[in-house]
T-cell receptor, first 112, second 114 residues
Framework: DADVTQTPRNRITKTGKRIMLECSQT?????MYWYRQDPGLGLQLIYY???????NKGEISDGYSVSRQAQAKFSLSLESAIPNQTALYFC???????????FGPGTRLTVL | GENVEQHPSTLSVQEGDSAVIKCTYS??????FPWYKQELGKGPQLIID?????GEKKDQRIAVTLNKTAKHFSLHITETQPEDSAVYFC?????????????FGIGTKLQVIP
């Protein structure tokens, strides 16, 4: 079973729609992250959370919001999707005693 | 902030040959350098990492070298196999306000030709 799961894996939506991407982990890690991947740009940090009550903006948080419903769940929302938010989105987790981040399989989002 | 440059963006090698991917970083305070492999349809997976107090680390066919003075680090894959074909990302990590900030390179698409 995968340690970090993301749903949905693929999503096509229209401009202006609200959409939520979900991430769950069974690794017991406190820290969770949302990244966006665009061709030629690597991975850019959107939001990160150290625990349920600690949420922080990353490099490109505009247009996004997050919710940490439990230690194991971290959701990313696009309140009003726009075409330039078309990208591959990854969730990642990290324990407090390691520097290694563990990534989910990704969600491919297309905004028409 | 930290800036990580990665070269080349694409690399094709014959099976059995070696592959080298190079990265440079800008902030001398960076102290942790992971390398990730991303296969098609999957998320990045850590394959090897190195800390700033070490110059070289090896794990079977994969090795990473770090030159702190020049602020560059490299991934070496020997005896390449078709299953090594993937996108490889380097990253540099630095502590910033209690948070370990990770900056990724843009990725190198490696193709191993059978």
């Amino acid at each position: 079973d995968a340690d970090v799961t993301q749903t949905p894996r693929n999503r096509i939506t229209k401009t202006g729609k609200r959409i939520m991407l979900e991430c769950s982990q069974t690794k017991g890690h406190d820290r969770m992250y949302w990244y966006r991947q665009d061709p030629g740009l690597g991975l850019q940090l959107i939001y990160y959370s150290f625990d349920v009550k600690d949420i922080n903006k990353g490099e490109i948080s505009d247009g996004y919001s997050v919710s940490r419903q439990a230690q194991a769940k971290f959701s990313l929302s696009l309140e009003s999707a726009i075409p330039n938010q078309t990208a591959l989105y990854f969730c990642a987790t990290k324990g407090t005693t390691t520097d290694t981040q563990y990534f989910g399989p990704g969600t491919r989002l297309t905004v028409l | 902030g930290e800036n990580v440059e990665q070269h080349p963006s694409t690399l094709s090698v014959q099976e059995g040959d070696s592959a080298v991917i190079k990265c440079t970083y800008s902030d001398s305070a960076s102290n942790y350098f992971p390398w990730y492999k991303q296969e098609l349809g999957k998320g990045p997976q850590l394959i090897i990492d190195i800390r700033s107090n070490v110059g070289e680390k090896k794990d079977q066919r994969i090795a990473v070298t770090l030159n702190k003075t020049a602020k560059h680090f490299s991934l070496h894959i020997t005896e390449t196999q078709p299953e090594d074909s993937a996108v490889y990302f380097c990253a540099a990590s630095i502590k910033s306000g209690g948070y370990q900030k990770v900056t990724f390179g843009i990725g190198t698409k490696l193709q191993v030709i059978p």
